[in-house]
């Protein structure tokens, strides 16, 4: 566990690397070449500014999705939880109602949210494994407790609700006009720090300061794009929300089935 945490740490800036050694390969040769025609002045400094700017902006943006959705698995936990409360409450109420059955499809429904959200499976099948815990709230209602019944839909629909927001945060990027103009700028920025040069002695200098802004803005880019879809799941982020409280929630819940069911029998 330390060396995955030790690896998502350091991921992005490994990615990083091999980049940076080409650009450095690149600012050498441009040198060699005799292109490096421009001088850093008041315009380029203006222009890193802008690129600075603009990814502070985005990154600010996608960090704010970002904190909105680590709340969602808790939400989903919370909502399959308070129905297991739920149903289990009834069962105080009615002896004779068995809620074996609903705790089990709540179970099942949260094995089958685990698992849509470690494959990024499609989300349709998803929503109508959730529409099927409607059966149990129509058994729950011939037991005339209306209040128990509405408990149960609201929890459902907050579940759906839930599901329905991963989705959108899945399939959807933060502001693509922001991305467009933060990537132009960053170009611009990489294209100006190869063509800067200045006197032979002062190469080392340009080059170590150049390969250093550089890995900065990928590095930057990169986490960007990471914090931008934090539910993939799949070893290509170094972003992905934990689904830790989740994994914990279906745990707790399977072995209070169990010893409800060992008790009953």
């Not at 009834?90 to 004779?96: A, C, M, Q, R, W």
């Not at 929300?241 to 914990?248: K, V």
Request: proline share 2%; net charge negative; glycine share 6%.
């Amino acid at each position: 566990m330390k060396i995955q945490n030790l690896w998502l740490k350091w991921r992005i800036l490994v990615i990083t690397l091999p980049f940076t050694a080409i650009f450095a390969l690149a600012k050498w040769g441009v040198h060699e070449l005799g292109w490096q025609v421009w001088s850093f002045d008041a315009l380029t400094s203006s222009m890193f500014g802008a690129a600075t700017l603009l990814l502070a902006f985005v990154l600010g943006g996608t960090l704010s999705d970002y904190r909105d959705s680590e709340t969602l698995p808790i939400e989903i936990g919370c909502a399959i939880e308070a129905s297991f409360e739920n149903a289990l409450l009834l069962t105080g109420l009615h002896k004779d109602y068995a809620p074996q059955q609903y705790l089990g499809d709540l179970i099942h429904a949260l094995d089958a949210i685990l698992d849509w959200l470690k494959s990024g499976s499609a989300t349709e099948p998803l929503l109508e494994q959730i529409a099927k815990l409607a059966k149990h709230q129509a058994a729950i209602g011939q037991y005339g407790n209306q209040a128990v019944v509405n408990f149960a839909q609201v929890e459902q629909d907050k579940l759906r609700s839930a599901i329905l927001k991963i989705q959108i945060v899945r399939d959807t990027n933060f502001v693509a006009p922001a991305y467009a103009i933060l990537e132009l700028f960053i170009a611009a920025a990489i294209v100006s720090l190869l063509l800067i040069g200045g006197d032979i002695a002062s190469l080392t200098k340009s080059l170590v300061l150049s390969s250093f802004l550089f890995t900065a803005f990928i590095y930057l880019l990169i986490l960007i794009r990471d914090l931008d879809n934090p539910f993939q799941y799949k070893g290509s982020s170094s972003a992905d929300i934990s689904l830790i409280t989740l994994e914990a929630t279906h745990r707790r819940l399977c072995d209070r089935l169990e010893h409800l069911s060992s008790t009953s029998n």
